[in-house]
């Protein structure tokens, strides 16, 4: 005889089922109490960070507001749904973790995928076993030697760059400037970097300006997806065959597959990131723990492009937003640059370029205001207790850093919203503590294409303002508004600015 559920039992059931996953989703929520920690009181099933995972704030603009209301506290702790996370305020306590104990936290807490995302096995996501050995092989690429003997190529997308901007302004004086400078970045990185002519100012439908823009598109679907592989990596997995970009992966794959092997074929050296690849697929017994597939080797190539040329792209049309709204400090910049090039027989030069200490300020007060990754994070790989402090962590506990919020600290830079370059005075700058300054991370993991970014950028603002004056214009969007579905900082409405021949 079967028996049918009354009611009572349904509900009592749908009682228990609701407390087992309550309890789950709220017994870690003393974690950071019972520790000393001050933090905000959590949400069930959501923690803290109702706003961000609803897409309401920018998780620079959330951290910031968090990092203001505990001015008081070295250290906050939050929650990620469920689990604890803890946001650093104190510089000393950010110095330990990414410099003098970097083994604990040598981890970014990035889980990757490597049959749903064959790409993602890159050096900003890997793991520390896969991430050390691969760091120091790839690092020679990116010394000031090597950016030397390779600037003739930068200059020479510079000067395509000029022409295009040229055809460009004739046109329709009023650019939308993000998409400008992604071209000039895609150029750059693809002749530099992989010996390729990507011809993305040529080509309004580029295959690689294409696919780097698809990257990083802001769209409700990718934003679905993102939380799907936060919240629930089980269900991401279970997701997989339709989680699976064949795009993107499959035309990175072949691309940087078949150039390694037409190189080989042919016999052809250009000293570039490519050939850095195949040098260390040909000789496995220098990363002999671990297994260089072509895909492992094309998702170093990967994050190179789309670092390259979307946080260079972004930081130079944030530069020229300030300088739309700074006119005495794009002059001075100006004459800065028409000097520089006059005194090197009219080009760009790499000591040029070096020598523009204005060009620098400007550089950095824009990676000030707008770095491109708002939080570090980190994640440590054993136990640990704070120097100076009794709060100890357990292994494979997240570490924050907020640096939107440090670098927009009105205790540390007066009056953070003014475009301030004099800021970065070499005696004032050296005067911050390091922490204070993270546009590109700190440590044996910071970033390792910092310098090719730092001379990238600058050429680009070379060439606009050596013959253009940038202004706003009706459709400038004033104030800057963070955008809260963007990974990178980006605007809400794209920036706009009028350019005038000079």
């Not at 696919?211 to 769209?219: A, L, N, P, W, Y």
């Not at 001075?332 to 006059?342: F, N, S, T």
């Not at 770095?371 to 997240?398: C, W």
Request: charged share 25%; proline share 6%; aromatic share 14%.
């Amino acid at each position: 005889m079967e028996y049918c559920w009354g009611a009572t039992e349904v509900l009592a059931g749908l009682g228990v089922a609701f407390v087992v996953v309550y309890y789950y989703f709220t017994w870690t929520f003393d974690f950071w109490s019972s520790r000393g920690v001050a933090g905000p009181k959590p949400e069930p099933f959501l923690g803290n960070f109702r706003e961000l995972m609803f897409n309401r704030t920018y998780m620079g603009d959330y951290f910031k507001r968090l990092y203001n209301e505990y001015g008081d506290e070295p250290m906050v702790g939050v929650y990620a749904r469920r689990t604890p996370v803890l946001m650093l305020r104190d510089p000393e306590l950010i110095k330990n973790v990414l410099i003098k104990d970097f083994g604990v936290f040598a981890d970014r807490g990035i889980t990757t995928y490597a049959k749903i995302e064959p790409l993602g096995q890159h050096l900003f996501s890997l793991e520390p076993e896969r991430w050390r050995p691969l760091r120091v092989n790839l690092s020679p690429v990116f010394t000031s030697g090597k950016l030397k003997e390779m600037f003739y190529l930068l200059t020479e997308c510079a000067e395509h760059f000029e022409d295009f901007l040229g055809t460009m302004v004739a046109k329709s004086p009023e650019l939308e400037c993000r998409d400008l400078t992604a071209k000039f970045t895609t150029d750059v990185i693809g002749v530099c970097a992989f010996g390729l002519k990507m011809n993305a100012l040529a080509e309004e439908e580029s295959q690689f300006r294409k696919i780097g823009r698809k990257v990083f598109e802001v769209s409700l679907l990718k934003s679905i997806r993102l939380k799907i592989r936060e919240a629930t990596p089980w269900l991401y997995k279970l997701l997989g065959p339709f989680m699976y970009d064949r795009e993107t992966n499959d035309f990175f794959i072949g691309s940087i597959t078949e150039t390694m092997e037409y190189r080989r074929r042919n016999n052809i050296k250009r000293n570039d990131f490519v050939d850095l690849l195949m040098e260390i697929r040909d000789n496995p017994e220098k990363i002999s723990q671990i297994e260089m597939t072509d895909t492992l080797l094309t998702a170093q190539a990967f994050v190179f492009f789309i670092a390259g040329y979307e946080t260079s792209s972004t930081t130079i049309s944030n530069a020229l937003y300030e300088l739309a709204l700074n006119q005495d400090v794009q002059e001075k910049l100006r004459q800065e640059v028409r000097d520089q090039i006059k005194e090197h027989n009219g080009s760009l030069t790499f000591d040029g370029i070096k020598s523009m200490k204005y060009m620098h300020k400007v550089f950095y007060e824009t990676l000030r205001k707008y770095p491109p990754v708002a939080v570090l994070m980190r994640k440590s790989v054993k136990e640990y207790t704070f120097p100076g402090t009794s709060v100890t962590i357990p292994k494979d506990t997240r570490v924050w850093i907020p640096a939107y919020a440090i670098q927009r600290d009105p205790q540390i830079y007066p009056n953070p919203e003014v475009f301030d370059p004099e800021r970065f005075d070499e005696e004032i700058h050296k005067q911050r503590h390091p922490a204070h300054f993270l546009p590109f991370g700190d440590g044996p993991r910071n970033c390792i294409g910092a310098r090719f970014a730092n001379y990238q950028s600058k050429v680009g603002i070379a060439v606009i303002l050596k013959n253009y004056k940038v202004d706003v214009c009706d459709k400038t969007c004033i104030p800057y508004v963070n955008n809260p579905r963007a990974f990178l900082i980006a605007p809400v409405g794209g920036i706009v600015l009028k350019f005038t021949k000079v």
